[in-house]
């Protein structure tokens, strides 16, 4: 754990926005699937965006549907969180993960330290 870098996050208002990246060691970036988990305060830490290792969307939890995007920058082995509207229930500490890029938090070995989000209403 602790081989991917997250950064980004911050405290913003409801309805505001936050680019969250994370920097993927190559042999990672390369080679597996990228997703964003989060974990609010006394919650399970629950999928939020993922893409295959082809950079292909593997789907978005319907909670952010519409409002977030993931994308990736082959170049630098950088992943990113564009997240738009936010709101309160968005609150929680954001991890960058390297795995299949599908939901199932147990598919995902590689793990980034985790950034703060913070909305206030």
């Known amino acids: 754990q602790g081989q991917l870098v997250e950064s980004g996050g911050g405290l913003v208002e409801a309805g505001g926005s936050l680019k969250l990246s994370c920097k993927v060691p190559?042999?990672?970036?390369?080679?597996?699937?990228l997703a964003w988990f989060r974990q609010a305060p006394g919650k399970e830490r629950e999928f939020v965006a993922g893409m295959n290792w082809h950079g292909q969307n593997m789907g978005y939890s319907d909670s952010v549907k519409g409002r977030f995007a993931a994308s990736r920058d082959d170049a630098t082995n950088t992943h990113y969180l564009q997240m738009n509207n936010l709101e309160a229930s968005d609150t929680a500490v954001y991890y960058c993960?390297?795995?299949?890029?599908?939901?199932?938090?147990?598919?995902?070995?590689?793990w980034g330290q985790g950034t703060r989000v913070t909305v206030s209403s």
């Open positions: 993960a390297g795995g299949t890029g599908g939901p199932r938090r147990d598919d995902y070995r590689y």
């Open positions: 190559g042999a990672i970036f390369h080679s597996y699937g």
